[in-house]
């Protein structure tokens, strides 16, 4: 009986060890990250990598990640979408790359509001965090990563609105685009990924982009004016797919709850911001560019020609508007990252 009473006991411990580890790596869980910039960006480089090893050792290796970058899954326009469907369970998604469907996030797009992406990037998770889970409400948001404040770089001069007359101009995003058209330009809305072929075939005379992108992206042979003016900023987004999220157990909800705050907004905007903030430094030590500093007037020229992006943005969310704004610029003032 001893021994039949031993060797229950030993076929019960072995059952019970391999139910326990049946469920622990049922628990362990592979997120396939989507974005649409080659691999070698500063954002997956940086602080994308920063952020998944954080969860990874926060989870004790519980959670892991498989990365597909350079639109592998979807073209950049659809990665929101991706998400939402559960093509990519997280997503890196640029809202303004759809027009119209998120109104009051593109009040972000609108120019001379933010100066410093870091920090802005934790003033705008603050703000719009709330806000997502109404306009976003089909998928978890989780970070806002902007890029460090971008300006116009054109094959010829740009130095006044007027300028812009005449000229095909890629633009960051939805409200970019608009304000080109509202100048006499012709807007040329292809995705980051695209714009240097438009500007190489001559389809863009110019471009609204970061400082470091133009060599990140190979537009530096393409484009040697520069209006040297921080100007507006892209802000694009994690994203969780809804059902990736909920399916995990509480532990590791937790870690990836801990890894979607306003401090790590900011952190993983750091590094891009400083990459993207060199290649300014980059053009004039190169002696091969132009840059062209505005006079306070012009400053001022700019930023009365781009007044009329917000009466439209106030007009298209309507009620409630004010209290958008009102609830982004507090948020900027509070972060130290106003204009």
Not at 109 to 121: L, S, T
Not at 186 to 202: L, S, T, Y
Not at 251 to 265: A, G, N, R
């Amino acid at each position: 009986m001893t021994k039949t009473k031993g060797l229950k006991r030993v076929l019960a411990a072995t059952a019970l060890a391999a139910l326990s580890a049946g469920q622990a790596a049922a628990q362990d869980v592979t997120f396939r990250l989507a974005h649409w910039l080659p691999p070698t960006h500063p954002v997956q480089t940086m602080g994308m990598t920063e952020w998944m090893d954080a969860i990874k050792a926060a989870s004790d290796g519980r959670i892991d990640f498989q990365v597909f970058p350079a639109q592998q899954l979807g073209a950049a326009p659809d990665h929101y979408d991706m998400t939402r469907d559960g093509i990519a369970d997280i997503g890196y998604v640029n809202p303004g790359y759809q027009a119209g469907r998120f109104p009051i996030y593109s009040l972000v797009e609108i120019p001379f509001h933010m100066d410093n992406a870091p920090r802005g990037a934790k003033a705008m998770h603050e703000w719009y965090a709330p806000i997502a889970e109404e306009e976003m409400s089909d998928v978890k948001f989780c970070l806002a990563n902007p890029h460090d404040p971008g300006t116009i770089h054109s094959k010829t001069e740009v130095k006044l609105p007027a300028d812009i007359q005449g000229k095909s101009v890629r633009p960051a995003h939805a409200t970019m685009a608009r304000f080109v058209s509202m100048l006499g330009g012709a807007p040329v809305q292809v995705p980051a990924p695209e714009a240097r072929e438009a500007i190489a075939n001559g389809t863009a005379d110019a471009i609204t982009f970061p400082w470091g992108s133009i060599y990140i992206f190979g537009i530096d042979s393409e484009t040697k004016h520069h209006l040297d003016m921080p100007f507006y900023i892209s802000a694009q987004l994690m994203l969780l797919n809804k059902a990736k999220y909920d399916g995990l157990p509480d532990d590791l909800k937790k870690v990836i709850d801990d890894h979607c705050t306003p401090e790590w907004s900011q952190k993983f905007s750091e590094g891009w911001a400083a990459e993207e903030a060199s290649g300014r430094d980059k053009m004039i030590e190169s002696g091969e560019h132009t840059l062209y500093a505005p006079t306070e007037e012009e400053v001022q020229a700019w930023r009365d020609a781009a007044a009329p992006l917000l009466e439209q943005w106030t007009s298209d969310v309507g009620e409630g508007a004010d209290g958008y704004y009102q609830g982004y610029v507090d948020a900027l003032e509070a972060n130290d990252a106003k204009f």
